[in-house]
């Protein structure tokens, strides 16, 4: 069966610390991913998205995200993370379906 | 901005009752889509609908029907409520983009508590 995964449920750092968030999938054709972010007590919305052309992408507030096909992955990352930072953040693939991952919530010390 | 609105933020009903949540769209996105939100399961499909009087089954149909007579109003209605069917309601729309899922706008949620 279609899945997303994302590894890490619940993830602390400290300001500036450098952040990396997990997201695999299970289907072997063509994709289109995306990752949405939710602040607290805001609508979802898009961070990043990739259909084609360069595997790694950026997106808004400085995050980027890297396909790697082989792998069949899509990993959030950010070199600084801030307080503003804090927010769920959910991995979604499109495989002619659209599949959300569980989530992960992101908690920023300042 | 694209705007998607829904009717209530905070909705509390009891076991049995008849519950309509409405979402609507100003962006003439041909997607709506319904989704359920729950602590460690993410997203999850309840219905989606491509254009007026389209809809399509999502993940977790049981218990939910929609409607959708104009293009910009997406409605789930819940025939009897029940309490698992207490969460977060997130409504979505999208552009159409050569038959694969584009991003999507979502709405702020509504919180049903049923009772």
């Known amino acids: 069966a279609q899945s997303v995964s994302q590894h890490n449920h619940h993830v602390i750092l400290s300001e500036a610390a450098s952040l990396e968030l997990g997201c695999n999938y299970s289907y072997g054709g063509t994709v289109n991913l995306f990752w949405y972010v939710q602040y607290p007590g805001q609508h979802l919305q898009l961070l990043l998205k990739?259909?084609?052309?360069?595997?790694l992408v950026k997106g808004i507030k400085g995050f980027e995200a890297e396909f790697i096909k082989s792998k069949f992955s899509f990993n959030l990352r950010k070199p600084s993370v801030q307080w503003s930072d804090t927010a769920e953040y959910f991995c979604?693939?499109?495989?002619?379906?659209?599949?959300f991952g569980q989530g992960t919530t992101l908690q920023v010390k300042p | 901005d694209v705007k998607v609105t829904q009717s209530s933020r905070y909705l509390v009903k009891r076991t049995g009752e008849k519950v309509f949540l409405e979402c609507v769209q100003d962006?003439?996105?041909?997607?709506m889509f319904w989704y359920r939100q729950d602590p460690g399961l993410g997203l999850r499909l309840i219905y989606f609908s491509y254009d007026v009087k389209m809809k399509e089954k999502g993940d977790i149909p049981e218990g939910y029907s929609v409607s959708r007579e104009k293009k910009e109003r997406f409605s789930l209605i819940l025939e009897s409520a029940s309490t698992n069917q207490t969460s977060m309601y997130l409504c979505?729309?999208?552009?159409?983009?050569?038959?694969?899922?584009?991003?999507?706008?979502f709405g702020p949620g509504t919180r049903l508590t049923v009772l």
């Open positions: 990739y259909f084609s052309g360069d595997p």
């Open positions: 979604a693939v499109d495989t002619g379906k659209l599949i």
């Open positions: 962006m003439d996105h041909e997607n």
């Open positions: 979505a729309s999208s552009p159409r983009s050569g038959g694969r899922f584009n991003e999507q706008f």
